[in-house]
């Protein structure tokens, strides 16, 4: 199955459970693995076949900055939905991490799967 990958996307939001959280900006790691054919861009070298990491970058910041939302596993679900949704992606694993949560871990995570091959 062919990917498309996108590592340590940082995004810098409101996140959290506490009062506290709700005051600041935190920032959060998005590592994306999206199912993608990409024998058809390849075999074109046609940017129209190819589903644009940089497109889905800015749109997934652009989501989860909107408001503040207290879980991760909320912004796991809204990413999977997105992708799925509005690029037409058929399966994709998130995995979102919040570096400095906890602070005897360098990072605190979840990671969904969402779809099918
Ligand atoms: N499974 C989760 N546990 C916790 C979350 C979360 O989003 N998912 N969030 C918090 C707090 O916001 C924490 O990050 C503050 O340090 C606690 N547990």
Request: net charge negative; with cysteine; aromatic share 6%.
């Amino acid at each position: 199955m062919d990917k498309v990958l996108i590592r340590q996307l940082k995004i810098e939001t409101v996140i959290g459970i506490y009062e506290w959280e709700k005051q600041i900006h935190q920032n959060l790691e998005i590592d994306l693995d999206m199912a993608w054919d990409n024998r058809p861009a390849a075999a074109t070298d046609d940017y129209q076949h190819a589903l644009c990491y940089e497109t889905v970058s800015n749109r997934l910041i652009a989501l989860i900055t909107e408001k503040p939302i207290e879980l991760i596993e909320t912004v796991a679900e809204m990413i999977a939905k997105c992708l799925m949704d509005e690029f037409d992606v058929r399966w994709v694993k998130v995995v979102v991490m919040k570096p400095g949560a906890v602070p005897s871990a360098t990072a605190v995570g979840v990671e969904i799967e969402r779809g099918h091959f």
